[in-house]
């Protein structure tokens, strides 16, 4: 026998944060593993500290490069969090995540609204049917304005955003939110960090301005039943209004969308509130197709393994590391396993939870899981594990053409070996980085998705 399933699945939540560059994704990661006890020191992206941004090349730019997993536990439920980039060089980090997320959290900056990365990941998120909730974040900032982001999400995304808090003053005034589920104000206290949380009744001058936003949620999310309710002026409790939320909310009907300033320590508790109440479980969603077949594979732990390899990643002391999506089934450390991209049977070495860079070891990785894996040495991004004798094959992901090249030559005959040698691990973690050869010229020609792209390869 394995080991027991410690978290059930409908409390398991497989999320990304995605968004357009500088809307402070990592800052609000940060806050996440922050207030959920995962770390006990927040770690500021400005200062290179940020636990997520892991590699060299982001502390020093600051930016995010490579998709970053980390678990973390809030309310009883398990959060499996995936920071992904939001510079355009680095598509394909958001493309593979998306593919295997179940939610995600869209993070706009107060100021600049919907920018155009903003909309290039909502596009890949919608292609895949990833339900969402919103976050307006940088509420502390000159210029900022909550209700005008709802409306260019609206406007500019075709989405339907139902604000879910309203914001307590803004710019420097910013001070904390009305909650419209529960209809209290919450106030964030900057001595501990924004840990400590107070609620209040609603300011007199801000209560209508919250019953007709109170009023405007409940129209966008409620069934029949529960609008014929209102309407009849009958009372309606917080839990009735979550669960109609969160119904429209895995139909992808309504984003419901927070504010707050992730720098400042305040809203980042209820958007955590709102990932545990409003998105999707494994359970929650269609049973994965497989290809060829046509079968569902439904999450259960009972079912035979069906897993995708969703990242390649080499590690300096433990060799390679394959991220997976546990679909269905169970994974063991030890275990035979099979891959049928390849047509290869594999050896599972360990199995990991990550923490950025940081690892826990695992018995058994159970459905709806994201782990990665030691000794699958001839899986690739896009490959699907199973068993030898269900043999099966999960739609793969596909990736864009590169769009930028450039020739590169080693210093010197000597370093010829160990250039080709990188280049060769450097394209089995990167599917949107090509290695060629021009025999004319004899030169190396490598392509990626833009400059930056290039150069952080190059520098790696």
């Known amino acids: 026998m394995g080991a027991a399933r410690q978290i059930p699945i409908e409390k398991v939540r497989n999320i990304g944060i995605m968004a357009h560059i500088d809307a402070g994704k990592t800052t609000v990661s940060e806050r996440m593993l922050f207030y959920s006890g995962k770390t006990h020191k927040v770690g500021e992206v400005h200062e290179g500290a940020a636990q997520l941004d892991w590699m060299e090349q982001e502390r020093r730019r600051g930016i995010t490069i490579t998709s970053a997993a980390t678990t973390i536990s809030w309310q009883g439920h398990q959060i499996n969090l995936i920071d992904t980039p939001g510079h355009v060089d680095f598509t394909a980090e958001v493309e593979r995540s998306l593919r295997i997320l179940d939610g995600a959290v869209a993070l ?22 990833v339900p969402k909730i919103a ?11 909550f209700f005008s982001v709802v409306r ?12 879910v ?23 964030y206290d900057g001595e501990s960090l ?53 119904q429209a909310t895995i139909a992808r009907k309504v984003v419901p969308t927070y504010c707050g300033s992730a720098f400042r ?21 269609p049973p994965v197709i497989c290809e060829k077949s046509g079968h569902a594979r439904p999450p259960s732990d009972d079912a035979p393994l069906a897993a995708l390899a969703f990242k390649v990643q080499s590690d300096s002391h433990i060799g390679k590391l394959v991220y997976l999506r546990v679909y269905s ?7 035979e396993v099979y891959n049928s991209t390849r047509d290869k049977p594999q050896r599972v070495g360990r199995v990991l939870r990550m923490h950025a860079n940081r690892r826990e070891h695992l018995e058994t990785a159970f459905s709806g899981d994201i782990v990665a894996v030691i000794g699958l040495s001839d899986t690739r991004t896009g490959d699907t594990i199973c068993e030898k004798d269900t043999s099966l094959h999960l739609e793969p992901i ?35 980085f090509v290695v060629g050869y021009d025999p004319e010229t004899t030169e190396t020609i490598i392509s990626g998705m833009g400059e930056l792209h290039l150069e952080v390869i190059l520098e790696r």
């Open 194 to 246: 924004g840990v400590v949380q107070h609620e209040e009744d609603i300011p007199a001058d801000l209560l209508d301005e919250a019953l007709r936003w109170r009023e405007h949620l409940i129209e966008k999310s409620a069934d029949d039943h529960l609008l014929g309710k209102f309407l009849e002026g009958g009372s309606i409790q917080p839990g009735e209004i979550r669960e109609a939320l969160r």
């Open 165 to 187: 808090v309203i914001p307590i003053g803004k710019e420097r005034d910013f001070r904390g939110v009305v909650d419209l589920v529960t209809m209290k104000a919450v106030y």
């Open 398 to 432: 596909d990736f864009p053409a590169p769009v930028v090249s450039v020739s590169i030559s080693p210093a010197s005959r000597a370093e010829q070996e160990k250039l080709a040698r990188a280049l060769h691990r450097l394209g089995e973690e990167d599917p949107t």
């Open 135 to 145: 976050l307006v974040n940088k509420m502390d900032r000159v210029g900022a304005d």
């Open 108 to 129: 706009f900056c107060a100021v600049g609204g919907v920018e155009p990365q903003s909309e290039k990941v909502w596009l890949q998120s919608e292609r895949y049917s």
């Open 265 to 285: 320590n305040q809203g980042i508790q209820r958007l955590l509130d709102g990932v545990v109440h409003y998105l999707p479980s494994p359970r929650d969603l």
């Open 152 to 163: 260019e999400i609206q406007s500019e995304l075709g989405a339907n955003p139902v604000p």
């Open 329 to 335: 089934g169970q994974l063991r450390s030890g275990a």
